[in-house]
């Protein structure tokens, strides 16, 4: 399956973006994974068997995650510097650990993220 991401952007502190990810087939489940500048890549949000979610503790409250056919969404709100980071899409096609990175088949190509303050 081939992912394709975008929403991107720079934005200030306070201020609200939307990723976007279209999938090129079946997927179980489908979602968000990002990478700070220097640290390692981390679980964001994710959708499965259509419609459960998940969201990091740290997002939460702030990013909401979505699906419908087969684009997942990722509405961001109330960002924060600390938000900044390289957005990475995810699938697979079966189940596994949601914030185990290595469980995940598919990639996208990643869309930058950046928040200032």
């Known amino acids: 399956v081939q992912l394709q991401a975008s929403g991107g952007g720079l934005v200030q502190a306070g201020g609200s973006l939307r990723l976007s990810c279209v999938a090129s087939?079946?997927?179980?489940?489908m979602g968000w994974f990002r990478q700070p500048p220097g640290k390692e890549r981390e679980f964001v949000a994710i959708v499965w068997s259509g419609s459960v979610t998940s969201v990091a503790d740290s997002v939460r409250g702030r990013f909401t995650i979505s699906k419908e056919k087969d684009t997942v969404f990722l509405q961001m709100n109330s960002l924060k510097p600390e938000d900044t980071a390289i957005y990475y899409c995810?699938?697979?096609?079966?189940?596994?650990?949601?914030?185990?990175?290595?469980?995940?088949?598919?990639w996208g190509q990643g869309t930058l993220v950046t928040v200032s303050s």
């Open positions: 995810a699938a697979s096609a079966g189940a596994g650990s949601l914030a185990d990175p290595k469980t995940y088949d598919s």
């Open positions: 087939g079946y997927t179980f489940r």
